[in-house]
């Protein structure tokens, strides 16, 4: 149902369009920029920097605010500047030197059109599921199969795990093999849904999100995986455990696919101050102080 302008949008009752209306509207007013080979690049750099920079100052924060401990995967590690900075410069690097020349390429080919209207939010909703699902199956394939092949994994993925303890910046601290494959998938499921511009930046948006999550070290209790029911998502602790473990947990987001293979591992939550004054594991287990005084009062 095509729907041009504001009144056309009440005229027809199309009201989850009319939602995203405005919203797509304003990005209009920068098409120029938008359809740009640069903004790509732009984008991608700056939605990542910007939810990677919160987890960089309570890495520096660190040490000073005892109450991030509870919340800390390792509690006694934290990246330092030598850390830091290769990750940083690499991310850079890689997207300056190769993916921005890939983007001028593909821009080349085909023009970004950028359609008048809005997607319904029904229909964003279920593109951007849709493509986390298949992204999620694609690198879990993709991941997989570099960790089963010894050639693969030392030619093109032990990059990533240089840093067994994950933090935000080591997200994208990987070969240029691996950061096009992933690239790849991505760019590939929007074209084959047909995606709207609108929902293809919001995609980008959560999946940025949820991968700089997952290698941040900290599970705050607002972390996705606990708004997720039924366990259906792994989480920073989940994912950690792959860092760490190497052979389990290898699909990105969900955890369909390892537990249908056998290779899902469960992780412990990090550790927090109890109230009675020892580390407790934050999960449904009790330390082991308490279970002595449970035992004592039956």
Not at 126 to 141: K, M, N, P, Q
Request: glycine share 4%.
């Amino acid at each position: 149902m095509g729907c041009h302008n504001g009144s056309e949008l009440q005229d027809l009752g199309c009201s989850s369009q009319l939602l995203l209306q405005p919203l797509w509207d304003t990005i209009r007013t920068r098409e120029a920029f938008t359809r740009s080979p640069i903004f790509p690049v732009t984008f991608s750099i700056i939605t990542y920097m910007g939810f990677c920079l919160p987890f960089v100052v309570l890495d520096v924060l660190y040490p000073w605010v005892p109450i991030l401990r509870r919340y800390k995967i390792h509690p006694d590690f934290s990246p330092s500047v030598k850390q830091l900075l290769p990750c940083l410069g690499l991310t850079l690097y890689q997207h300056l030197v190769f993916v921005f020349p890939v983007t001028l390429l593909h821009w080349v080919r085909s023009p970004a059109l950028l359609p008048q209207e809005a997607p319904e939010l029904a229909q964003l909703l279920s593109h951007v599921l849709i493509c986390l699902l298949l992204f999620d199956t694609e690198i879990f394939a993709w991941h997989l199969l570099h960790h089963k092949v010894p050639w693969l994994y030392r030619t093109f993925h032990k990059v990533h795990h240089q840093n067994s303890s994950s933090f935000a910046l080591a997200t994208q601290y990987m070969s240029i093999w691996e950061l096009l494959s992933l690239t790849f998938f991505d760019v590939l499921n929007v074209a084959v849904l047909q995606c709207h511009p609108l929902t293809i930046f919001t995609f980008h948006v959560i999946n940025i999100w949820l991968s700089v999550e997952d290698h941040s070290g900290y599970d705050f209790p607002w972390s996705t995986h606990r708004l997720v029911p039924f366990g259906w998502y792994g989480g920073v602790a989940h994912h950690d455990l792959h860092h760490s473990q190497f052979n389990c947990n290898f699909a990105p987001y969900f955890t369909h696919w390892d537990k249908m293979l056998g290779t899902l591992r469960s992780a412990s939550l990090p550790e927090s101050l109890c109230t009675c004054g020892e580390r407790c594991v934050d999960s449904r287990e009790r330390c082991t102080v308490h279970l002595i005084q449970r035992k004592k009062q039956t």
